[in-house]
C-alpha cells in the first residue's frame, strides 16, 4: 500500500475524531447553560444597609408560556418601588406591619414563551445586620403547572440567593448600590463576552479542519 495514501487514510481519520470531539464539546457549551437556567434574583451580592435595585430574571424551560411568577420577599429586605413591565401586572402582599412579603407578576398577554426570558426590577433597602438573602420563587407555566425555586443550591430547583457583604462608608441611599450594580453587571457581561469568544474560536477551528478535508479530497 502506498504510504502517502496511508499517512493520508490517518490524517483524515484523526480530522474527522477531532471533529466530533469538537462538535460534542460545542454542544455542551451551548446547552449546558440552558439546561441549568433557572429563577434568579441578582446581584448575587451586596453590601448591607444598602439601597439596591433587584433584578429577577425568569427564563421559560418548557414548550409553553410562562404567565406568572411569585416571588417570596426575605426578611431582611425592605422592598418599597417596582418598575412596571409593559403587559405585566403586580400584586402584593404584606404583614401586620406594612412591610411587603411577596410580590406577584401575572401577565396580560401572552406570557414568556419557550424561547423568551424576562426580567423584573424592583428596588428596596437590605437590612444592617443581613447575612444572605434567600429568594424562593414560584413559576406558573399557561397549563397551570408550578415551578418552586426554592431548594437549596445543589438541588434541581434551588432558590436564588444574594449573599449579603459587611455595610460600606456610603450614605446607604444609592451610591454604593449603583457601584455593586454596576459592577455584577460588568462581570456578567465579562462571562457572556468570554462564553462568545469560545464558541466563535471552536466554530473557527471547525471551519479550518473542515476545509482542510475538503482540499485532501481526491
Not at 425568569?58 to 425592605?78: F, R
Not at 455593586?180 to 479550518?208: F, H, K, Q
Amino acid at each position: 500500500m502506498n504510504m502517502s495514501r496511508v499517512e493520508s487514510e490517518g490524517v483524515g481519520w484523526m480530522m474527522k475524531r477531532i471533529i466530533s470531539v469538537s462538535l460534542v464539546w460545542l454542544l455542551g457549551l451551548t446547552f449546558g447553560g440552558l439546561a441549568s437556567a433557572h429563577v434568579t434574583v441578582q446581584p448575587s451580592q451586596a453590601p448591607a444597609n444598602s439601597y439596591q435595585v433587584f433584578t429577577m430574571r425568569v427564563p421559560t424551560e418548557k414548550e409553553i408560556a410562562t404567565v406568572e411568577v411569585k416571588l417570596e420577599v426575605p426578611a431582611d429586605v425592605n422592598v418599597s418601588r417596582f418598575e412596571p413591565k409593559s403587559d405585566w401586572t403586580y400584586a402584593l402582599e404584606k404583614d401586620a406591619d406594612g412591610k411587603i412579603t411577596t410580590v406577584t407578576w401575572k401577565t396580560t398577554g401572552e406570557g414568556l414563551s419557550a424561547t423568551e426570558f424576562g426580567q423584573f426590577n424592583f428596588q428596596g433597602k437590605i437590612a444592617e445586620n443581613a447575612k444572605e438573602l434567600v429568594w424562593k420563587a414560584h413559576q406558573t407555566y399557561a397549563d397551570g403547572s408550578i415551578v418552586d425555586w426554592t431548594g437549596a443550591a445543589d438541588t434541581d430547583k434551588p432558590a436564588s440567593v444574594t449573599t449579603v457583604t459587611a455595610a460600606s462608608g456610603g450614605d446607604g441611599h444609592g451610591h454604593d448600590a449603583g457601584a455593586a450594580a454596576s459592577s455584577s453587571s460588568g462581570s456578567e457581561r465579562d462571562a457572556l463576552t468570554l462564553g462568545l469568544s469560545i464558541a466563535g474560536l471552536a466554530a473557527g477551528v471547525l471551519a479550518l479542519i473542515i476545509a482542510l478535508l475538503r482540499r485532501r479530497k481526491p
